[in-house]
């Protein structure tokens, strides 16, 4: 019979808790040798320790769940390459933070920014084909690809061309904990139909407060700032949003330096009037 150890000694050589060994046997990722099928207790064999341990140093790294799965199952060198993948993610992120953890302590200072310069402009009515889903921060940059895809194709067999940007309206905060929705949109003056699960509408003529962002403002977090801004400006002149904010894509994203206008946020607002 082949040696294996009860779940309270596994844990205490692994120095795992009970609540984590269960957590990550329901992932699939640290699973039981054995479960006695009458008293339930689990068991682990000794060389399971190795896992155990590479487990607590990705998480020591922050890596989630998620992304622990395919660490565990792949060879040493793709192992290690999936490592270092992550690590230069969380590189980008901490270098996007800055911008944003700058305009943060500016605004509890009271201090005026000029990370962030607000314009004005009108916007026609605009036919829109669009795609709209629930997602949160970790999966939006796969749902913007796959939406824009999309509707490009299904403007393709339409014989549509784009009439403007591509934009996404957020119609809710989208972040860790919030889902939106997002809907992606795409315009276009020819007389297209829905189809699945895209849906054509008219976009209605608007004002709207807008800042432009360069490439390298536009990841996530360092947009949360641009939102801010435009939303604190329209709040600073008693003006009030009529629609969602938005993004506004321009063609060159894909090719542009760090230094070149790819993006703008923009909230449209209703006018003030005056008798």
């Known amino acids: 019979m082949r040696e294996l150890m009860v779940i309270g000694e596994f844990a205490a050589h692994s120095r795992l808790s009970h609540k984590a060994l269960r957590l990550y046997a329901d992932k699939g990722l640290l699973v039981p040798a054995h479960v006695d099928p009458r008293s339930r207790v689990r068991y682990y064999e000794p060389a399971q320790m190795a896992e155990a341990r590479l487990i607590t ?3 020591a790294l922050g890596m989630p769940l998620s992304l622990i799965g395919p660490v565990l199952s792949a060879e040493g060198g793709e192992a290690a390459r999936l490592v270092a993948e992550y690590a230069r993610r969380c590189d980008e992120e901490h270098r996007a933070r800055r ?5 943060i302590q500016n605004m509890l200072s009271g201090r005026p920014t000029a990370m962030y310069v607000i314009g004005e402009r009108e916007v ?3 036919r829109v084909a669009f795609v709209q889903q629930h997602v949160t921060a970790e999966h939006l940059g796969a749902f913007l690809g796959e939406a824009t895809e999309e509707l490009f194709a299904h403007l393709r067999t339409a014989g549509a061309c784009l009439s403007g940007p591509v934009f996404a309206v957020y119609h809710g905060l989208v972040d860790q904990d919030g889902n939106g929705p997002v809907e992606v949109c795409v315009p276009t003056d020819a007389p297209i139909e829905p189809a699945g699960r895209i849906g054509v509408r008219l976009e209605p003529a608007h004002r709207q407060a807008f800042t432009e962002l360069r490439k390298e403002q536009s990841p996530y977090p360092t947009v949360a ?6 939303t604190a400006w329209l709040h ?3 003006l009030r949003p009529s629609a969602s ?3 506004i894509y321009y063609p060159n994203w894909a090719d542009a330096g760090a230094d070149e206008h790819v993006m ?3 909230v449209p607002f209703r006018a003030l009037t005056h008798a």
Do not use: S
Not at 99 to 103: D, E, G, K, R, S
Not at 225 to 230: L, Q, W
């Open 57 to 59: 140093l990705l998480r």
């Open 99 to 103: 911008p944003l953890a700058l305009h």
């Open 124 to 126: 026609r009515q605009q």
């Open 225 to 230: 700032g641009a939102f801010e801004a435009v």
């Open 236 to 238: 600073d002149r008693g």
């Open 245 to 247: 904010a938005r993004e």
């Open 264 to 266: 703008d946020i923009a």
